[in-house]
């Protein structure tokens, strides 16, 4: 029996030295709120990235139209997709932004939305090319030109179709988030290493992030399978 009291007393000062001794539950808290700001603010950047792209290339490839913004969607989609989330991030804060005196959140978010941005344009790429060739040809017999088609008839049904792997794009991009300590944001993984550096005790403060971005994770994956079945209802 003693040998589980003194295991539960040493977790009893564990947690109290991770979570209670001077405040440290703060540096969680403010550690989440700078991993969601960044997170779902990136996201938004990457929709709009994302939709801008997507509208370029499947302008081309069904008009022929836009031939040169389409050959640099390529290339940004290339680049983008072909190098590892981290090193963009380093390259933006160190190289791109090194010689200016700016905030360490401005710079997470341009560099996880322009990564994000580049996974969407596929999204909704995918989402658009899945559309019947016939919507689009009753759409333009019924007077209306290539973009008013594409924003009424199109993208409305394309949306739809995208929203399970849109969802999935902002899960990936919410856990991704957690490299922003590499340039010395204190997001929620930073925090947990702050703590973790302090107590001398990793398993509080890193079972604390890892359950932390469980509880999100899931909270999104609930929303989203709310939106589906909104939309699979409005179908109905």
Same mark, same amino acid.
């Given at each position: 029996?003693?040998?589980?009291?003194?295991?539960?007393?040493?977790?009893? /000062?564990?947690?109290?030295?991770?979570?209670?001794?001077?405040?440290?539950?703060?540096?969680?808290?403010?550690?989440?709120?700078?991993?969601?700001?960044?997170?779902?603010?990136?996201?938004?950047?990457?929709?709009?990235?994302?939709?801008?792209?997507?509208?370029?290339?499947?302008?081309?490839?069904?008009?022929?139209?836009?031939?040169?913004?389409?050959?640099?969607?390529?290339?940004?989609?290339?680049?983008?997709?072909?190098?590892?989330?981290?090193?963009?991030?380093?390259?933006?804060?160190?190289? =791109?932004?090194?010689?200016?005196?700016?905030?360490?959140?401005?710079?997470?978010?341009?560099?996880?939305?322009?990564?994000?941005?580049?996974? !969407?344009?596929?999204?909704?790429?995918?989402?658009?090319?899945?559309?019947?060739?016939?919507?689009?040809?009753?759409?333009?017999?019924?007077?209306?030109?290539?973009?008013?088609?594409?924003?009424?008839?199109?993208?409305?049904?394309?949306?739809?179709? !995208?929203?399970?792997?849109?969802?999935?794009?902002?899960? !990936?991009?919410?856990?991704?988030? /957690? =490299?922003?300590?590499?340039?010395?944001?204190?997001?929620?993984?930073?925090?947990?290493?702050?703590?973790?550096?302090?107590?001398? /005790?990793?398993?509080?403060?890193?079972? /604390?992030?890892? !359950? =932390?971005?469980?509880?999100?994770?899931?909270?999104?994956?609930?929303?989203?399978?709310?939106?589906?079945?909104?939309?699979?209802?409005?179908?109905?």
């Amino acid at each position: 029996m003693s040998m589980f009291q003194n295991l539960w007393a040493e977790l009893v /000062s564990e947690f109290t030295a991770t979570f209670i001794t001077e405040q440290r539950y703060l540096l969680f808290l403010n550690g989440l709120k700078t991993t969601l700001i960044v997170a779902f603010a990136a996201a938004a950047l990457g929709v709009v990235l994302g939709f801008i792209l997507a509208y370029i290339r499947t302008t081309y490839d069904q008009t022929g139209r836009l031939r040169i913004l389409n050959a640099l969607a390529k290339v940004y989609l290339t680049v983008i997709r072909g190098t590892p989330t981290m090193i963009q991030l380093l390259i933006m804060y160190f190289v =791109i932004f090194g010689s200016v005196k700016i905030d360490k959140m401005p710079v997470a978010i341009l560099a996880f939305g322009i990564n994000s941005g580049a996974y !969407v344009a596929e999204i909704f790429r995918s989402g658009i090319m899945s559309i019947p060739p016939g919507q689009m040809e009753a759409a333009r017999s019924l007077g209306l030109n290539y973009t008013q088609a594409t924003w009424k008839i199109i993208l409305p049904q394309a949306v739809k179709n !995208v929203l399970p792997a849109l969802g999935n794009e902002v899960i !990936v991009l919410l856990k991704e988030t /957690s =490299i922003s300590g590499y340039i010395a944001l204190q997001d929620l993984t930073k925090a947990g290493d702050i703590v973790r550096s302090r107590t001398y /005790s990793a398993f509080f403060p890193y079972i /604390s992030v890892a !359950v =932390i971005y469980l509880v999100l994770v899931l909270c999104l994956e609930k929303l989203l399978n709310y939106m589906e079945g909104r939309l699979a209802r409005s179908d109905r």
